[in-house]
């Protein structure tokens, strides 16, 4: 699989009328605050989310209605990856052309299983086999602080568009 790396992250709430940047150094990251409930965990849900997932955010943070962009490297090349609620942009750095899509099937699972190097597939409802969405990459990267004790490998949701899909990518993700 090829090498992601997290540059930056942006975050913009015009309801709140507040922003914040996050830069991510090459090594280890740790995010760490003097107080509980400041957002820790949601700068690491907001790093998924960019990318199509689905984590389970408070309602704090859901009456924000804010919009991210992450900054990230593949194998060293960057991009650019902008969410507002189901619009995500895609953008390769030094590139003008960006590639728009509303929603996480389809197109952007391709697009974004191309670059991860993602080949996994999982049947569809049709019995056909389908590049499952983004978060099927990212579930083992994932442990939800809550519900992975009582629930391995469901740190998102939305994940039940697929039947029986934990065998599948638990073997495609650890061979």
Not at 98 to 103: L, S
Not at 151 to 156: Q, T, V
Request: proline share 5%; charged share 20%.
């Amino acid at each position: 699989m090829p090498n992601l790396r997290f540059k930056q992250l942006l975050v913009l709430s015009n309801s709140a009328k507040s922003a914040n940047q996050f830069t991510f150094g090459p090594n280890l990251n740790l995010i760490t605050a003097k107080d509980n409930n400041v957002g820790k965990s949601t700068i690491v849900k907001l790093l998924f989310w960019s990318f199509g997932c689905e984590p389970s955010f408070d309602t704090t943070w859901t009456n924000t209605d804010s919009r991210v962009i992450v900054a990230f490297e593949i194998d060293s090349k960057g991009y650019e990856i902008y969410r507002y609620k189901s619009l995500i942009k895609l953008r390769g750095s030094g590139n003008d052309a960006v590639e728009t899509f509303t929603d996480v099937s389809g197109d952007l699972s391709v697009r974004l299983a191309t670059l991860f190097g993602f080949h996994a597939l999982l049947p569809s409802r049709k019995d056909s086999l389908v590049v499952p969405p983004p978060a099927y990459y990212f579930v083992p990267f994932y442990i939800h602080q809550k519900r992975s004790w009582s629930s391995a490998w469901e740190p998102f949701d939305k994940l039940g568009k697929f039947k029986e899909w934990k065998q599948t990518i638990i073997k495609y993700h650890v061979g």
